[in-house]
């Protein structure tokens, strides 16, 4: 059977690898072949009909006739209830089974809907926004009480710092960024600076 891997990250600083060579040793084990990886970096609270990689991944589905697609598990389809039943609702009615590495199991068998998958689906799809709702929660409240202490800065570093002064602060950056080809995370490794701020002094040399 010919398949397709689907893997989604939160953020361009996180990596698809695990996700992708766990589902690829799944296919082994199972005899399938997979044709093409799909990778996405971006917010699972991003509908996927606004996602550019899902919609072409849902092209190249429909055009090669492909009938499953491996994910690793539910929150990789999103991290909103009814964005999660959607998609799987989309799949379904073009014969489009998911294999949910989380389960071991495929949401369609023989053409029909696996009653049990289906129904872990909806519960864990529940929990994922559940996660994602406490962890906006936390995230806000840590930032209140962060401002009640003032300590919280916000962006003002870089607001009214100038382009010139940021570029000879982070020189060992800018170096770097122009005698390498290193990616932004090994930059960031070498001279210590976060990932976030290589990539702001990466966007000032480029403007």
């Not at 991003?46 to 550019?52: F, L, Y």
């Amino acid at each position: 059977m010919e398949v397709i891997i689907w893997s989604r990250v939160s953020s361009q600083s996180q990596d698809n690898i695990r996700q992708i060579s766990n589902l690829k040793q799944v296919a082994t084990e199972k005899g399938w072949t997979v044709k093409r990886v799909f990778e996405e970096k971006v917010s699972g609270t991003v509908k996927s009909t606004d996602r550019k990689e899902f919609n072409k991944l849902l092209e190249y589905l429909i055009q090669n006739d492909i009938k499953l697609v491996l994910i690793s598990e539910i929150s990789r389809i999103g991290r909103k209830v009814v964005d999660i039943l959607t998609v799987v609702d989309t799949f379904h009615k073009r014969g489009i089974a998911i294999y949910v590495q989380q389960f071991n199991m495929a949401s369609m068998e023989n053409g029909k809907e696996n009653p049990m998958v289906m129904l872990l689906l909806q519960m864990m799809s529940i929990g994922a926004e559940m996660e994602n709702n406490l962890r906006k929660a936390r995230q806000h409240e840590g930032i209140q009480l962060a401002k009640t202490r003032q300590r919280y800065n916000g962006r003002k570093v870089w607001a009214k710092t100038s382009p010139s002064a940021l570029l000879n602060k982070y020189q060992n950056v800018s170096d770097l960024i122009d005698k390498s080809d290193l990616s932004v995370r090994r930059i960031a490794g070498i001279t210590g600076h976060s990932i976030n701020t290589v990539r702001k002094i990466k966007q000032l040399k480029e403007i």
